[in-house]
């Protein structure tokens, strides 16, 4: 396991706006098209930005919390679980069989994609037994 891929895109997942360019790729590509509300791509820190604004605007709590993490070479799995309280109507969302595939280049993550289906998203990094 590489260690440092890890902890950088342990870092990126929690990364405040100042420390963007420490771990994230300019032209970062945040690939949540498989969301059931909102699937949208965000790209760039301006991205990001807009993708916490998203967040902001539909849930009154919200987070993703890491759980395991697999790699090889450039690209890192994290197994999540998502939860949040949505604005309004107050309904809680607890989503365990999350993914995240985190490509990185030079130290830095240069894309970050949602999957329901983790079995997938270790296939698609190269990591599946």
């Not at 100042?18 to 965000?42: G, Q, T």
């Not at 760039?44 to 790699?71: C, K, L, N, Q, T």
């Not at 970050?112 to 296939?123: G, M, P, T, V």
Request: charged share 35%; hydrophobic share 40%.
């Amino acid at each position: 396991m590489s260690q440092e891929s890890v902890d950088v895109v342990r870092r990126a997942l929690s990364a405040r706006r100042s420390e963007f360019e420490e771990v994230l790729d300019p032209a970062l590509r945040l690939d949540l098209s498989e969301r059931v509300f909102n699937p949208a791509v965000y790209e760039g820190y301006e991205g990001i930005m807009r993708w916490r604004a998203d967040v902001a605007d539909i849930w009154d709590s919200y987070r993703s919390e890491p759980e395991e993490f697999f790699d090889r070479d450039d690209v890192v799995v994290v197994f999540t679980r998502e939860r949040g309280r949505a604005k309004g109507s107050g309904i809680e969302v607890d989503q365990h069989p999350t993914a995240l595939l985190c490509r990185l280049r030079a130290g830095r993550v240069t894309e970050i994609r949602l999957y329901h289906d983790r079995e997938r998203a270790l296939r698609d990094a190269g990591l599946a037994e």
